[in-house]
């Protein structure tokens, strides 16, 4: 277990150790103990650094919601007409939707504890707001409040079939919501 008196990256291990756990056992698997340990720091750092559970859960999910806000503007930055945003939102449903699954993990773990605590739900809305944000760079903000839902509805559509849609058919989805020719 790490000791000493200084350790800097401490707060930033039990935060990265909360969203591992997290993705690994759920919300209900989450405990003081368990994430302790997974950080290799000393049971009492859980409460040195945060004023309990929740505070813990909001500080990791904070985290885990900048990490998805970052991809949006690491996709929608560089686009510098409509239709280099619509293949980059299309870019972004695709990663979002690839790889390990622990995004979407996160993603469902943090919308169903939004659903059942609504002290949780400051988090979406702030994410939703960032995610617009992103988008109404390139899409008038009705358009993007649309965008943002069918983001989310093609990720998860996507990350649970058994046979994915391909880039072509969400690029169709995306163009069809945003206004452009049809293809």
Known sequence: MATGHTDPQRRARIVAATLDLIAEEGVAGVSHRKIAARADVPLGSMTYHFDGIDDLLREAFRHFTGHIV????????PAAD????RAAVADLIHTLSGGSGRDLVLTQELYT????????????????????????????????RQLDAL?????????????????????????RITGGDRL
Do not use: C, K, N
């Open 70 to 77: 970052a991809l949006f503007d690491a996709y929608l930055a």
């Open 82 to 85: 409509p239709d280099q945003a």
């Open 113 to 144: 504890l939004a659903a059942r605590r609504p002290a949780y739900r400051e988090l979406t809305q702030e994410w939703m707001a960032h995610s617009r944000t992103h988008l109404e760079r390139h899409f008038d903000p009705g358009t993007a």
């Open 151 to 175: 983001i989310e509805g093609l990720t998860l559509h996507r990350a649970l079939a058994q046979e994915p849609h391909d880039r072509a058919l969400t690029l169709e989805a995306v163009t």
